[in-house]
């Protein structure tokens, strides 16, 4: 295929995995200040999975990039 093309298809699943990780993390800090602790049972473990996953992906970006250079 295209070089750029698999660049790309390479590039931008991974960085929107780490996006949304990032995001996953602080919608958790700030959902466990105001909501009931049940919910906290389910919402801040599925973010750290989430974060968790996307704290690998960024890796697997930086360590492409690095390769690539």
Known sequence: ???KLDTFFFYFPRIVMALIGLSAFIFAAWFCQFYYLYLNCIVVPTACLL???GIQCARQVVKAYRYSL
Request: no cysteine.
């Open 1 to 3: 295929m295209n070089r």
């Open 51 to 53: 974060a968790s996953h």
